[in-house]
Structures are given as structure tokens and as C-alpha cells.
């Protein structure tokens, strides 16, 4: 199994970022621990993080030959990005979308998301962890397709 993690806008700066919210963990902390969590389960990982919504769907794009499922935290894009929703409902290898924290307990506009209703799966309000089951669902996920 070949994952490939996808994080969006400003989640460079986790850990600096409203730790409140995000919490203190680093994007680099969080992307060691998944990839210790990858090697356990015997999968590859790659990761990806991109500020620009054009950069995200190329990765989008590229995934589909290259990986068996993508882990995405979108950030604001999920919100409002229909570019970024049809990448993924093009692709057709499962994406499990992610947040750190639970959108639906914060701002109005951060409670709907675009994406979630072509991916496979949504986790969120787990904070580092909700990276961690993403990788797990996807042993489900990728079993289910082949």
C-alpha cells in the first residue's frame, strides 16, 4: 500500500499557528509519527504540502497513478474549493479527508465542507491523531478496491 498525505494552506506553520486550535505539534512532528505508524503497517508514505490550490490539484492528479489512497487536509480550501472537490472525484482512488481540529464546532463558514462529499471518509477533532486513524482507515479503504 502507497499513501500519499496532502496538506494544504498554512498547516507549514502548525505548531506556531493558533496552538489553541491546532495545537503544538509541528507538520514535520506529525509527518515522523505517520511515518513511523506507515512502516509498522508495512505501507509507503509520502507527504505534500502546498499553500497554492493549483499545486494541490496536480498532486490530486498525480496520485492516481502513483498511490493507492491520499490522506487530505485541505485547510480553508475545503470550504470553498470546487476545483479542489473535482480533482478528487476524478481520481477515483480513495482520499479520506482530515482536520486537526472539529470544524463543526467552530466558525459558520468552517462547518461546510465541499469536499467531503466525494471522499471516502472524513476524520477531524482528533487533533495529531486524526492523521493517525486516516492511515488506518486506509488498510480498509485500499482493501476494498483491489
Known amino acids: 500500500m502507497k499513501i500519499l498525505v496532502i496538506n494544504g494552506p498554512n498547516l507549514n506553520l502548525l505548531g506556531e499557528r493558533e496552538p489553541s486550535v491546532y495545537g503544538n505539534d509541528s507538520l514535520q ?11 509498522a503497517m508495512g505501507c509507503e508514505i509520502d507527504f505534500f504540502q502546498s499553500n497554492l490550490e493549483g499545486r494541490i490539484i496536480d498532486e490530486l492528479h498525480d496520485a492516481r497513478l502513483k498511490y493507492n489512497g491520499v490522506i487530505l487536509n485541505a485547510g480553508a480550501y475545503t470550504h470553498y474549493s470546487y476545483a479542489i472537490r473535482d480533482a478528487i472525484a476524478a481520481i477515483k ?11 463543526d464546532n467552530r466558525d459558520e463558514f ?7 462529499p466525494v471522499c471516502a471518509g472524513r476524520i477531524m477533532g482528533f487533533g495529531r491523531h486524526s492523521y493517525e486513524l486516516a492511515l488506518k482507515s486506509m488498510e480498509f479503504l485500499v482493501g476494498e478496491k483491489r
Open 93 to 103: 482512488i480513495p482520499v479520506v479527508e482530515v482536520h486537526l481540529s472539529n470544524i
Open 110 to 116: 468552517r462547518r461546510n465542507s465541499v469536499i467531503a
Open 29 to 39: 512532528s506529525i509527518n515522523d509519527e505517520l511515518s513511523i505508524q506507515a512502516a
